[in-house]
């Protein structure tokens, strides 16, 4: 299941999820950058936790619930996406698919992490344009906004 | 946008292709003589040509070119931006488009800080005369003055009466207009854009995954390729048996390739093509290949580094000489001398190299590709493929990070010839591996410095001597060692400083490996030496580094303004307590000014921290201030890493850094907190954003660390142990 759609592909077992979800299923949103989990470019969730898909086998994918950037909100307004926009995070973009994939799993364990807790489930992606100041006020922000929405919700 | 190229002189003109009618109206490009021999407008000075920058259609749809790549430094916002001013619609109104390389909108690359610098008032203009011509047409159509209408948003109104009509209506017959000679442009205080921090549109994309990146690209009938290389520079291939590869399931075929840097390097490579990436890559790994290193694989890093040392007794070039250095340094009693090394370093965009190529017959060829820029490729493609650029329509998509990289397109010549070979489109992907070990670099830089003190500690002699490969030579094909490179002395003889006697020099130092420009290019390296070198004249005169600094600008100068501003914004005068120390550096260069300082602590095992770093940047006029904060924060993060981190080193002939696990960045937990101050006095004086905020980085950094511990860091990345 990738995104609530259950996909059937054909492929070698070994083959990374990365290259299925980006090749064979077509969601492009989910980016290659290292292929040694080493940079989270490639971060999506299994089961609600954040995972290397480069270096993740398909097969151990099978049977879980897979969500990737294009699965965590229908019209872009999941509080950690209106956060980075508000606060304008990415430059280039492209490790912000994985960076916004590592905050929303932060968030959904830990809603309202401080700077310590947000360096921890972060430390793993890397953005080379340098955006680190924002991304960490933007989950400040979207920790506020998702309180806000629990609020209205009641 | 093929049609564009067939312009008539007519200000607007109809095309086909797009939904409906469309008008195009042209504007000044910048002096580019391919384009202005093309087009002589009547009603328009000589040199000026038709450039469609704005497209009307009679849906109401308006786009606007944008003919810089994005690569995060913001054109998809900024230039854009500058025409929708002018033209009074808001960007949420419009669609932005990136050009492909046509010759009617003159060369399309980003790079040197230059995108809004050097387009700020031809956009602009573009922008009013667009308006202009459709305020005219409603006073026309409606048979009163012009003068009693205005645009806003999308439409011209009727001042008196408040009736209005969408610029979708106006635009045929504001096509059959002449372009005002001289557009009159908004007042700076009616500005709804520019100056102001608007949202980036390009954001909404890439929160929601959607932007498309050249790795991102698929076409019709593509099929996959991975390409082993040799990392060790200059080998041959010998012989490669891919039996194995052709076992596994998925791969198509195996073809040698060539990858062509500047036109002149030739490097061979094995390309496995298959029906998708890892089966590529799979593929690849089987292969069984014998390369010659003719030699090459000795090479290794501490020996060239010796050799460049060797390099600095011999005189070099003279690049600057004003005064009399040799007789101010022998007649003064405080002399100091210093040695600084800078390493290679990669530019390791977050988007691997990557192209999309598909060869079709007649030799006509197709590019998709995250690129600074377009007309880049088509030369490149060009030159290197003996190709007619005609023959060459090239798509540019999201840059996943530039830095200088995407300036060279040896990965779209090398797709090229792959997609030849396979009959197919083919879409390249380099490893992590491939774009860490296969360059171009940073080169690395080494300057000897002397310096010399009058009595009361002023500064009356200095000398930067730069001992480097060169960025021109290693680029062009003749090798041309007769005369300097001015791009490895950049800005070492332009900083404001009032110093009577000095004579800068530069030595060629010969170098087998591809380097190129990195994000703020030589300055990136020598704001090191010359910046921490004041600083120890400083020491040496017992003054306040920033104090002994502002005692030599006199005059007034941007420099002064930014130094005095950083002074108040820093606390520069507020003493820190025990262990912490603050460190200043500023470096001025063709992309504009920055400067900074950098706060750091000492750690309780001996290591340091860096705290925070205040920045002022001088522009004249913002566009968008929180992009230009952004920039320099990006700058900032990028110049900490090249400054603290791994580094390109060599061994064996081939890079020892391969990936991010041992070529490592700064990571979230590593960044200080930033705040950033801009001087925008205003007027047309304009400088750049992207790179200004990374050469005072590291001078910064290492003044701070003298302050707190006592070390001078003359090498990077910095090693306290070794200092």
Same mark, same amino acid.
């Given at each position: $299941?990738?995104?609530?759609?259950?996909?059937?592909?054909?492929?070698?077992?070994? $083959?990374?999820?990365? +290259?299925?979800?980006?090749?064979?299923?077509?969601?492009?949103?989910?980016?290659?950058?290292?292929?040694?989990?080493?940079?989270?470019?490639?971060?999506?969730?299994?089961?609600?936790?954040?995972?290397?898909?480069?270096?993740?086998?398909?097969?151990?994918?099978?049977?879980?619930?897979?969500?990737?950037?294009?699965?965590?909100?229908?019209? $872009?307004?999941?509080?950690?996406?209106?956060? +980075?926009?508000?606060?304008?995070?990415?430059?280039?973009?492209?490790?912000?698919?994985?960076?916004? $994939?590592?905050?929303?799993?932060?968030?959904?364990?830990?809603?309202?992490?401080?700077?310590?807790?947000?360096?921890?489930?972060?430390?793993?992606?890397?953005?080379?344009?340098?955006?680190?100041?924002?991304?960490?006020?933007?989950?400040?922000?979207?920790?506020?906004?998702?309180?806000?929405?629990?609020?209205?919700?009641? | 946008?093929?049609?564009?190229?067939?312009?008539?002189?007519?200000?607007?003109?109809?095309?086909?292709?797009?939904? *409906?009618?469309?008008?195009?109206?042209?504007?000044?490009?910048?002096?580019?003589?391919?384009?202005?021999?093309?087009?002589?407008?009547?009603?328009?000075?000589?040199? =000026?040509?038709?450039?469609?920058?704005?497209?009307?259609?009679?849906?109401?749809?308006?786009?606007?070119?944008?003919?810089?790549?994005?690569?995060?430094?913001?054109?998809?916002?900024?230039?854009?931006?500058?025409?929708?001013?002018?033209?009074? /619609?808001?960007?949420?109104? /419009?669609?932005?488009?990136?050009?492909?390389?046509?010759?009617?909108?003159?060369?399309?690359?980003?790079?040197?800080?230059?995108?809004?610098?050097?387009?700020?008032?031809?956009?602009?203009?573009?922008?009013?005369?667009?308006?202009?011509?459709?305020?005219?047409?409603?006073?026309?159509?409606?048979?009163?003055?012009?003068?009693?209408?205005?645009?806003?948003?999308?439409?011209?109104?009727?001042?008196?009466?408040?009736?209005?009509?969408?610029?979708?209506?106006?635009?045929?017959?504001?096509?059959?207009?002449?372009?005002?000679?001289?557009?009159?442009?908004?007042?700076?205080?009616?500005?709804?854009?520019?100056?102001?921090?608007?949202?980036?549109?390009?954001?909404?994309?890439?929160?929601?995954?959607?932007?498309?990146?050249?790795?991102?690209?698929?076409?019709?009938?593509?099929?996959?390729?991975?390409?082993?290389?040799? !990392?060790?520079?200059?080998?041959?291939?010998?012989?490669?048996?891919?039996?194995?590869?052709?076992?596994?399931?998925?791969?198509?075929?195996?073809?040698?390739?060539?990858?062509?840097?500047?036109?002149?390097?030739?490097?061979?490579?094995?390309? #496995?093509?298959?029906?998708?990436?890892?089966?590529?890559?799979?593929?690849?790994?089987?292969?069984?290949?014998?390369?010659?290193?003719?030699?090459?694989?000795?090479?290794?890093?501490?020996?060239?580094?010796?050799?460049?040392?060797?390099?600095?007794?011999?005189?070099?070039?003279?690049?600057?000489?004003?005064?009399?250095?040799?007789?101010?340094?022998?007649?003064? &009693?405080?002399?100091?001398?210093?040695?600084?090394?800078?390493?290679?370093? %990669?530019?390791?965009?977050?988007?691997?190299?990557?192209?999309?190529?598909?060869?079709?017959?007649?030799?006509?060829?197709?590019?998709?590709?995250? %690129?600074?820029?377009?007309?880049?490729?088509?030369?490149?493609? %060009?030159?290197?493929?003996? #190709?007619?650029?005609?023959?060459?329509?090239?798509?540019?998509?999201?840059?996943?990070?530039?830095?200088?990289?995407?300036?060279?397109?040896?990965?779209?010549?090398?797709?090229?010839?792959?997609?030849?070979?396979?009959?197919?489109?083919?879409?390249?992907?380099?490893?992590?591996?491939?774009?860490?070990?296969?360059?171009?670099?940073?080169?690395?830089?080494?300057?000897?410095?002397?310096?010399?003190?009058?009595?009361? *500690?002023?500064?009356?002699?200095?000398?930067?001597?730069?001992?480097?490969?060169?960025?021109? #030579?290693?680029?062009?094909?003749?090798?041309?060692?007769?005369?300097?490179?001015?791009?490895?002395?950049?800005?070492?003889?332009?900083?404001?400083?009032?110093?009577? @006697?000095?004579?800068?020099?530069?030595?060629?130092?010969?170098?087998?490996?591809?380097?190129?420009?990195?994000?703020? #290019? &030589?300055?990136?390296?020598?704001?090191?030496?010359?910046?921490?070198?004041?600083?120890?004249?400083? =020491?040496?005169?017992?003054?306040?580094?920033?104090?002994?600094?502002?005692?030599?600008?006199?005059?007034?100068?941007? &420099?002064?303004? /930014?130094?005095?501003?950083?002074?108040?914004?820093?606390?520069?005068?507020? !003493?820190?307590?025990?262990?912490?120390?603050?460190? /200043?550096?500023?470096?001025?260069?063709?992309?504009?000014?920055?400067?900074?300082?950098?706060?750091?602590?000492?750690?309780?095992?001996?290591?340091?921290?860096?705290?925070?770093?205040?920045?002022?940047?001088?522009?004249?006029?913002?566009?968008?201030?929180? @992009? &230009?904060?952004?920039?320099?924060?990006?700058?900032?993060?990028?110049?900490?890493?090249?400054?603290?981190?791994?580094?390109?080193?060599?061994?064996?002939?081939?890079?020892?850094?391969?990936?991010?696990?041992?070529?490592?960045?700064?990571?979230?937990?590593?960044?200080?907190?930033?705040?950033?101050?801009?001087?925008?006095?205003?007027? @047309?004086?304009?400088?750049?954003?992207?790179?200004?905020?990374?050469?005072?980085?590291?001078?910064?950094?290492?003044?701070?660390?003298?302050?707190?511990?006592?070390?001078?860091?003359?090498?990077?990345?910095?090693?306290?142990?070794?200092?």
């Amino acid at each position: $299941m990738i995104n609530d759609h259950a996909f059937t592909v054909d492929v070698e077992p070994q $083959m990374p999820l990365l +290259w299925v979800i980006r090749d064979f299923v077509g969601l492009k949103g989910t980016k290659f950058g290292c292929g040694i989990s080493q940079c989270g470019a490639c971060t999506v969730h299994l089961d609600g936790n954040p995972i290397r898909s480069c270096s993740f086998p398909v097969s151990s994918a099978t049977g879980h619930k897979i969500t990737t950037i294009e699965g965590i909100s229908a019209a $872009m307004d999941h509080p950690v996406q209106k956060a +980075w926009i508000e606060l304008q995070v990415p430059q280039c973009g492209y490790c912000h698919s994985g960076q916004i $994939m590592s905050a929303v799993a932060l968030l959904k364990k830990n809603p309202k992490p401080g700077d310590a807790a947000i360096d921890t489930a972060m430390r793993n992606n890397i953005c080379r344009c340098g955006t680190y100041q924002r991304i960490r006020k933007a989950i400040h922000r979207a920790s506020e906004l998702m309180t806000t929405e629990t609020k209205k919700a009641f | 946008m093929q049609t564009t190229e067939n312009i008539n002189r007519r200000n607007f003109l109809k095309i086909t292709g797009l939904s *409906g009618t469309a008008f195009i109206l042209g504007l000044y490009a910048s002096g580019n003589d391919s384009v202005a021999s093309v087009v002589n407008m009547s009603g328009l000075e000589e040199s =000026v040509a038709l450039t469609p920058y704005i497209i009307i259609e009679k849906s109401g749809q308006i786009t606007i070119m944008n003919p810089r790549p994005e690569m995060g430094q913001g054109t998809y916002q900024s230039l854009p931006g500058i025409i929708a001013e002018e033209l009074e /619609v808001s960007l949420d109104q /419009v669609t932005i488009k990136q050009t492909s390389g046509e010759k009617i909108f003159g060369r399309q690359s980003a790079g040197g800080s230059s995108s809004v610098r050097t387009n700020y008032t031809l956009l602009r203009k573009t922008g009013a005369s667009a308006r202009e011509m459709l305020i005219r047409s409603a006073s026309e159509t409606w048979k009163i003055p012009m003068d009693e209408c205005y645009a806003e948003n999308g439409k011209v109104f009727h001042r008196p009466t408040g009736k209005n009509i969408p610029y979708a209506s106006l635009a045929e017959a504001a096509s059959k207009l002449e372009a005002p000679k001289e557009p009159v442009l908004k007042d700076p205080k009616d500005f709804k854009i520019i100056g102001k921090s608007t949202p980036r549109p390009d954001i909404l994309l890439k929160v929601a995954g959607k932007a498309v990146f050249g790795i991102d690209v698929e076409v019709a009938g593509m099929v996959y390729a991975s390409v082993e290389r040799c !990392p060790v520079f200059g080998s041959k291939l010998v012989s490669y048996d891919d039996s194995e590869t052709k076992k596994i399931k998925g791969v198509q075929q195996v073809v040698k390739a060539e990858r062509i840097v500047f036109g002149k390097n030739h490097y061979e490579g094995i390309a #496995v093509i298959a029906d998708n990436y890892w089966a590529a890559l799979q593929g690849r790994k089987a292969l069984k290949v014998e390369w010659d290193h003719q030699g090459f694989d000795k090479f290794n890093s501490n020996q060239y580094e010796q050799s460049l040392r060797e390099l600095a007794k011999s005189d070099g070039f003279v690049v600057h000489n004003s005064g009399d250095f040799d007789k101010a340094f022998a007649e003064s &009693t405080a002399t100091l001398e210093a040695f600084y090394e800078s390493p290679m370093v %990669s530019h390791s965009t977050m988007e691997p190299m990557n192209c999309v190529a598909h060869w079709q017959a007649g030799d006509m060829i197709e590019i998709w590709a995250s %690129s600074q820029g377009p007309s880049l490729i088509k030369d490149e493609l %060009s030159r290197s493929l003996n #190709v007619p650029q005609d023959n060459i329509k090239v798509n540019i998509m999201f840059n996943g990070g530039g830095f200088g990289r995407r300036l060279q397109s040896d990965f779209a010549s090398e797709a090229a010839l792959i997609s030849k070979a396979a009959g197919k489109p083919v879409k390249v992907i380099w490893t992590r591996e491939d774009d860490t070990q296969l360059g171009p670099f940073r080169p690395m830089t080494f300057s000897a410095m002397k310096g010399a003190l009058t009595a009361d *500690g002023k500064a009356i002699a200095f000398q930067h001597k730069v001992i480097s490969p060169s960025l021109s #030579v290693n680029r062009t094909a003749n090798d041309d060692k007769s005369k300097p490179d001015n791009l490895m002395v950049e800005g070492i003889n332009d900083q404001k400083y009032e110093i009577p @006697n000095m004579r800068n020099h530069y030595v060629f130092a010969d170098f087998h490996i591809p380097v190129s420009a990195w994000r703020s #290019v &030589t300055s990136s390296t020598l704001a090191f030496a010359h910046e921490c070198f004041i600083d120890e004249m400083a =020491v040496k005169a017992k003054k306040d580094p920033l104090v002994f600094r502002l005692e030599m600008l006199n005059k007034e100068s941007d &420099t002064k303004k /930014v130094l005095t501003k950083l002074r108040e914004v820093s606390g520069w005068d507020k !003493p820190l307590p025990k262990g912490r120390g603050r460190g /200043v550096a500023q470096y001025e260069f063709f992309a504009g000014l920055c400067a900074h300082v950098v706060e750091v602590s000492r750690q309780a095992n001996g290591s340091i921290k860096v705290d925070k770093v205040f920045a002022v940047i001088d522009l004249g006029t913002v566009v968008n201030p929180d @992009n &230009t904060k952004a920039q320099v924060e990006g700058g900032i993060v990028m110049g900490l890493v090249a400054a603290i981190k791994d580094g390109i080193r060599f061994e064996n002939g081939k890079s020892i850094q391969t990936n991010f696990h041992n070529n490592r960045m700064l990571r979230i937990d590593e960044m200080p907190q930033i705040e950033v101050h801009i001087i925008a006095d205003g007027g @047309n004086t304009i400088k750049g954003v992207g790179e200004p905020g990374l050469p005072p980085l590291a001078p910064a950094l290492c003044n701070a660390i003298f302050a707190a511990t006592g070390k001078r860091i003359r090498r990077l990345p910095v090693d306290l142990a070794k200092a």
